[in-house]
C-alpha cells in the first residue's frame, strides 16, 4: 500500500517562485500520480470516517480537486469558496492579508446553512491566512468548521496561531524551506 513516502516523492519543490527566496510545493505531481492521489483521499475517508458533517467546503483551486471525491463518497454537498467575482449569485465575502498582498473569497449564501457542521479543505496550509477567512467566511452563514484538512503542512509558518482551537489534519508536514 503506497505511503507518506509515496507522497513525498510526487511533491515537487521549485525554488524561487513565484519570487526570489520562496520555496514552493508543488501538488500538481501528486495529482500526475494516480497512487498518490488515491492514497490522500483515502487517507481522508480514514480520518473523517464517522465524523457528523453536513458539508465539505474547498478553497480555490486545488482545495476543489481534493475536496470534490471526498464529498462525493460521503455524499455530502460541496461548498465552493471562490476568489472574488467568480460567483454569479449572491455571495457572502471576506477579504485577507497575504504574504505578498491581499486577497478576497466568496461563498454562495444559499450553499451555506446555519448550523451547519463542515469540514474546510485545502491543498497546502501554510501561514494558515486563507483559512482563518475560509472559517470566518463560513461563520458569517451560520456554519460551524469542525476540521480542517490539508495534504501539506508547513508548520515552521505558524499555521496553529491562525487556527488555533481548530483539529487541523495534513498527510505530510514539512519544517522547513528545504528543496
Do not use: N
Request: net charge negative; aromatic share 8%; glycine share 12%.
Amino acid at each position: 500500500m503506497p505511503g507518506p513516502d509515496l507522497l513525498d516523492a510526487a511533491i515537487r519543490r521549485i525554488p524561487d517562485f513565484p519570487r526570489p527566496g520562496i520555496l514552493f510545493y508543488d501538488i500538481t505531481g501528486v495529482l500526475a500520480d494516480p497512487a498518490a492521489f488515491s492514497y490522500c483521499i483515502d487517507r481522508m475517508l480514514e480520518q473523517y470516517k464517522g465524523m457528523a458533517l453536513d458539508g465539505v467546503a474547498v478553497i480555490e483551486s486545488r482545495g476543489f480537486v481534493f475536496g470534490a471525491p471526498f464529498a462525493r463518497e460521503r455524499r455530502l454537498p460541496l461548498i465552493l469558496l471562490r476568489k472574488k467575482g467568480k460567483l454569479p449569485g449572491e455571495t457572502w465575502r471576506r477579504s485577507f492579508a497575504l504574504e505578498y498582498g491581499e486577497d478576497t473569497l466568496e461563498v454562495h449564501k444559499s450553499d451555506v446553512r446555519p448550523g451547519m457542521r463542515v469540514l474546510l479543505v485545502d491543498d497546502l496550509i501554510a501561514t494558515g491566512g486563507t483559512l482563518a477567512a475560509s472559517v470566518g467566511l463560513l461563520a458569517d452563514g451560520g456554519a460551524k468548521v469542525v476540521g480542517v484538512f490539508g495534504v501539506i503542512g508547513l508548520p515552521f509558518l505558524h499555521y496553529e496561531e491562525k487556527l488555533a482551537g481548530l483539529p487541523v489534519t495534513t498527510l505530510i508536514q514539512f519544517h522547513g524551506e528545504c528543496a
